[in-house]
């Protein structure tokens, strides 16, 4: 990797062509800030950190030498670790309702609004997210090769769901479908996926890493957007379950499932699954099971102001899900069972911005620290147990300490005083870098 970018480097200066960011980055220096290193709750007052190409070199209280190095001051702001959001779709969040569920669109469109939306995401201070479902790999290539602005992307591609289940968007008019039956628009393209029987979810999982999948997922439970699962059925049997799980395992990765209700949750930890998306219905035992097995939560801090469904079923099982909201995060907090941020944000673009206000929204149920840390370090370990599928290997994400990635944040502030902060990027986040880059300085 390292030759590749010096070999591009060195064609790039011989044609008397502009490298590009990714080729060749200086030596900056950020000096007078106040550090929350991603783990402890005391900032290192008065620190300088120097930055060597995507990485953090040095961090000190005392004098570090800048020459030859970019100097920013910080005057006292605090820095913090690029934001990590473990749910959000790339190619469904800055995309309609009406391309993707009512067909009024393509992948061209889908691609164009995912690739500018990935620099607002970025620009919101999210440099990394895990995507649990769409096809962001064309945009994911662009970002790590430095052409196009935008968040590091752990993706799922294609999540995959039984007939009727939570993946499955094909109308009634089209039942019965034959199990040979030509895939749809959207499984060609690697947006969903609808598989059914132990050979067909071994055979698609396979498909899906193979696509370069980090990580698999499935849905164990009924959702919101789609219409053919109410939210109390169980999807997929427990031999399709483990049989996707065996083949993630055999790839040295994790499967996380969609589900919400208990006995979803019970089921896909007891065979295997390691992250609950959403799990709004767990119960005090369950989410102590979940303690037991090292599984993850990741719920989403949602209110029924968020979001607007023209469907009427998508708007009453969405109801169900805010009610249940404030119950779970108290117990899942009492618990210690392992809490991840996401935020599943999709299909209207005007909403994407609440990103940000679902992180600050953490703060009803715990302190500001406790939020900062799970959207950062402990976002990361969730991250890892994609294992040497993980693509970004230099050094940690999440934490701000020598050796780990320059992703980092200033923050016109204290967020650890007042989480309210980390709501209004726009406006208090005064620089943003990302793989040792700045995106946004205002300094």
Known sequence: MRLKFWIGAVVACC????????DAKPKIL????????????????????????????????DEIDGAE????????????????????????????ATVLIFNQ???????????????????RGFTTVRDPGGNPFAIKKLIDSGDYPGHRILPSGPFMSQTSGHADFHSLLENPRSSNAELSYWER????????????????????????????KITTGGGV????????????????????VEEATNFNTYVLAHVMTDEGIRTSVENGV????HGFFASRETLELMKEKGAWLSPQAMFEQDMVWDSPVSAAKYKQVTDAVDQLYPMAVEVGVNLAFGTDQLLDPTKAFQQSILLARLGKWM??????????????????????RHPYQDGPLGVIKEGAYADLILVDGNPLEDLELVANPGETFDLIMKDGVVYKNEL
Request: glycine content about 6%.
């Open 367 to 388: 302190t500001p620290y406790q939020a900062l840390k799970i959207a950062t370090s402990e976002n990361a370990k969730l991250l890892e147990l994609s294992g040497p």
């Open 189 to 216: 393209n690697m947006m969903a996926m609808v598989s059914d029987g132990v050979p067909e979810v071994r055979k698609r999982t396979r498909e899906i890493l193979k696509y370069g999948a980090t990580q698999v």
């Open 225 to 244: 957007s789609s219409q053919f699962d109410p939210l109390d059925v169980s999807e997929y049997s427990v031999d399709e379950i483990r049989a996707v």
């Open 69 to 96: 190095a970019t100097i920013i001051n910080g005057e006292g702001r605090t820095m913090i670790p690029g934001l990590i959001d473990v749910h959000w779709h790339t190619t469904y969040a800055y995309t309609p």
């Open 30 to 61: 950020i000096k007078n800030v106040h550090i929350f290193d991603g783990v402890n709750e005391a900032r290192i007052e008065n620190a300088s950190v120097l930055i060597e190409g995507n990485l953090i070199a040095s961090i000190s209280t």
């Open 15 to 22: 044609l008397g062509v502009q490298a590009s960011a990714q």
């Open 105 to 123: 669109g393509d992948m061209s469109e889908v691609a164009i609004r995912s690739m500018t939306g990935a620099k607002e995401t970025l620009m």
């Open 274 to 277: 390691m992250s609950i998306e």
